[in-house]
């Protein structure tokens, strides 16, 4: 009686996982320098020095308190701190009472996703498409359907007017993530008020909340704009899910939280089922130490700069070559147009030239391809000659 | 569209937390010295020293390996590093392919369950009462119903004939947990044969796998036995999910791992399934820095003679009362019955004595209540004399 959907998503590698392992074959081949893998959003630059030091400090102190249970929505504290953070930084208004300690952001999804969906299948989750290919399983596991919003090809902003018809009474929720994975767009106060309008007017005919879940990883890796504008800032019925993966370079350490809005309606029962979904999925808590860690460390990054001038560089030159790219405000990726209209088959080619990029169809659209920005750049610099052979292949 | 189920479940406090607050409020009233917690299983004695320094030896490394994503199962070393060990300690002859490093035994318990029952609803899957109340928390998150076999109470081992009655055609899994929380109680060689002699039948007559899912975060906190009977020399279709939490007091830190067999039936697809079910859960990787520590630390455990003292203490001093104790063989836990017929009711008068213990309500029986050992020594001496009044009062 093996669980047939579990057996089928532990056995398809994702395509980008898929290309990784091509990738191990052709640097064992070609030798490490001589292989261009922008396939994988691991950061690549190490965490601030300062969190080994505050991991140090905390080593000294009392190994009962530092690797003991905390309350199973994390330790207060902490939670004040990051409440007392996000206030002061995003005019939130909030208390610790309504943060929930995660590990990481993808559980923090899977638990929000079960937590405001009904579980009796007939619940409709929209995301904007392209979107990051693990959403999909985790509204799968809330027994919600997936529903994806054809992007404004100009922009890569939602097409307001799909959104506004994929939009009905069984529409629970709905994901944004800016800056975007895969796009690297940043959705300005404009879009999102434009966003937000539907919705409201949306609640307002079904009569009944539709949450925006904010996916926020990338909140720091923001280059083209100085402050990001914090969605419990535009829309009441809002909960965030955050990561220090990318921000400190800790993807390993599974370490985030949930924020529910204050404003939410009935903000406190969203909260309460939050922390039933984390019990229901078996996270007891989340990791102690790394918990621990936060108070020293809001705010802080790891030198993100290096990541914007790897998007800046692969910007300028592949547009340079006669690419199509979209500009990136943000995250480490850039998406390019492929030079045919099958981009698995164009990723395929470009394996040719050693160079990894993912295939679109993995973001729910066809026709494009993603470039990770995230590694040396050196990697950079020497994988340009390469696009330019394979844009010479093709034209 | 809040989740009824989950708001209901992050609502509704376990009996044990609900001790635990108690407990608090009695604390300040009282004073932390005069007031008797045997309420939660959380270990009182601090990791080995060694863990630490390992810590602090890994920080040295290279922060982006240290703190990166490893495979999504689990770092490839590491896992080889526990089959190495299983297969020296308790010859399992596995390889790292069939671990699957989790975020504790609770995480492991919600994917293994996830990944070997159909989704359907019609799953049943049998637990021995009295069992840990989360296992139905569990249960339910994978659709599966919950079918509890009752103990011969004479010796708290499952009574094999209400055993053999629950087991159906629908039932995919039984899960076991030696030495037992709430009783303490070991399932020596000869119960655990008779346990599996009884599947093996009905395997046959249902012409399906029944997987014993062995739960062992208590392993190797045994005291009257000498060697740990080793589920995979018992039984084929059999997972075993461990935790580090008990055995080097690391609760917060949420590390453990799954095994799968290597001579379950279709052990590779029942290991993908983990695999699917953990990604589906949101589990991305167990964490990066507790899962490199492992290799160092197989074996080693804290001072746990301080458990068996306090355990040996319990039982002579409150047998030496009048008081009916189930005789533990480990674990952290003693089973005492209570001195009327309503648990509750006799653990809400222990509270007039400062005394905080678990009606046995919660595990699935009724009559007894549930004193954990995990105290300090001072703590069970200071309370005998309490358990004393108590037990004056209903004589």
């Given at each position: 009686?093996?669980?047939?959907?579990?057996?089928?998503?532990?056995?398809?590698?994702?395509?980008?996982?898929?290309?990784?392992?091509?990738?191990?074959?052709?640097?064992?081949?070609?030798?490490?320098?001589?292989?261009?893998?922008?396939?994988?959003?691991?950061?690549?630059?190490?965490?601030?020095?300062?969190?080994?030091?505050?991991?140090?400090?905390?080593?000294?102190?009392?190994?009962?308190?530092?690797?003991?249970?905390?309350?199973?929505?994390?330790?207060?504290?902490?939670?004040?701190?990051?409440?007392?953070?996000?206030?002061?930084?995003?005019?939130?208004?909030?208390?610790?009472?309504?943060?929930?300690?995660?590990?990481?952001?993808?559980?923090?999804l899977s638990i929000t996703l079960?937590?405001?969906?009904?579980?009796?299948?007939?619940?409709?989750?929209?995301?904007?498409?392209?979107?990051?290919?693990?959403?999909?399983?985790?509204?799968?596991?809330?027994?919600?359907?997936?529903?994806?919003?054809?992007?404004?090809?100009?922009?890569?902003?939602?097409?307001?007017?799909?959104?506004?018809?994929?939009?009905?009474?069984?529409?629970?929720?709905?994901?944004?993530?800016?800056?975007?994975?895969?796009?690297?767009?940043?959705?300005?106060?404009?879009?999102?008020?434009?966003?937000?309008?539907?919705?409201?007017?949306?609640?307002?005919?079904?009569?009944?909340?539709?949450?925006?879940?904010?996916?926020?990883?990338?909140?720091?890796?923001?280059?083209?704009?100085?402050?990001?504008?914090?969605i419990t800032n535009f829309y009441?019925?809002?909960?965030?899910?955050?990561?220090?993966?990318?921000?400190?370079?800790?993807?390993?350490?599974?370490?985030?939280?949930?924020?529910?809005?204050?404003?939410?309606?009935?903000?406190?029962?969203?909260?309460?089922?939050?922390?039933?979904?984390?019990?229901?999925?078996?996270?007891?808590?989340?990791?102690?130490?790394?918990?621990?860690?936060?108070?020293?460390?809001?705010?802080?990054?790891?030198?993100?700069?290096?990541?914007?001038?790897?998007?800046?560089?692969?910007?300028?030159?592949?547009?340079?070559?006669?690419?199509?790219?979209?500009?990136?405000?943000?995250?480490?990726?850039?998406?390019?147009?492929?030079?045919?209209?099958?981009?698995?088959?164009?990723?395929?080619?470009?394996?040719?030239?050693?160079?990894?990029?993912?295939?679109?169809?993995?973001?729910?659209?066809?026709?494009?391809?993603?470039?990770?920005?995230?590694?040396?750049?050196?990697?950079?610099?020497?994988?340009?000659?390469k696009f330019k052979e394979l844009?010479?292949?093709?034209?």
């Open positions: 009686m093996i669980n047939e959907k579990m057996l089928s998503l532990g056995q398809k590698r994702s395509a980008i996982r898929e290309l990784f392992e091509q990738g191990k074959i052709l640097k064992e081949k070609y030798g490490k320098d001589n292989v261009f893998d922008f396939s994988i959003g691991n950061p690549s630059i190490p965490c601030p020095a300062k969190i080994n030091d505050i991991i140090r400090n905390l080593l000294n102190g009392s190994s009962i308190e530092l690797h003991g249970y905390t309350s199973a929505q994390g330790d207060k504290k902490v939670r004040d701190a990051i409440a007392s953070y996000l206030n002061k930084t995003y005019d939130v208004n909030t208390d610790g009472d309504l943060i929930y300690l995660t590990s990481g952001a993808a559980a923090g079960k937590a405001i969906t009904s579980g009796s299948g007939d619940d409709e989750v929209i995301v904007f498409a392209p979107f990051f290919p693990e959403y999909k399983v985790f509204i799968d596991n809330a027994n919600a359907k997936t529903i994806a919003v054809k992007p404004d090809y100009k922009t890569f902003y939602p097409d307001l007017n799909d959104f506004k018809n994929k939009i009905t009474k069984n529409t629970s929720a709905i994901i944004i993530n800016s800056p975007n994975n895969p796009t690297g767009v940043y959705y300005k106060k404009e879009v999102l008020e434009s966003i937000c309008k539907v919705l409201e007017e949306k609640q307002y005919e079904f009569e009944h909340p539709i949450y925006i879940i904010s996916d926020e990883p990338y909140r720091e890796l923001l280059y083209t704009y100085t402050k990001y504008d914090f009441k019925n809002s909960i965030v899910t955050y990561s220090f993966s990318k921000s400190l370079s800790l993807p390993g350490e599974r370490i985030g939280y949930i924020l529910v809005n204050p404003n939410c309606e009935s903000a406190n029962e969203v909260y309460a089922s939050v922390c039933g979904a984390g019990r229901s999925l078996g996270y007891v808590c989340a990791n102690s130490l790394f918990q621990y860690m936060i108070p020293e460390c809001l705010g802080l990054t790891s030198d993100i700069s290096i990541y914007l001038n790897n998007s800046y560089t692969l910007y300028e030159e592949l547009s340079k070559i006669g690419y199509e790219v979209v500009k990136p405000d943000g995250a480490f990726y850039l998406f390019v147009k492929a030079l045919i209209d099958d981009d698995n088959e164009f990723s395929k080619k470009a394996l040719d030239y050693n160079l990894l990029i993912v295939p679109s169809e993995s973001f729910g659209i066809s026709g494009y391809v993603r470039v990770a920005s995230c590694v040396t750049e050196k990697q950079v610099r020497d994988s340009i000659p844009y010479k292949y093709y034209m």
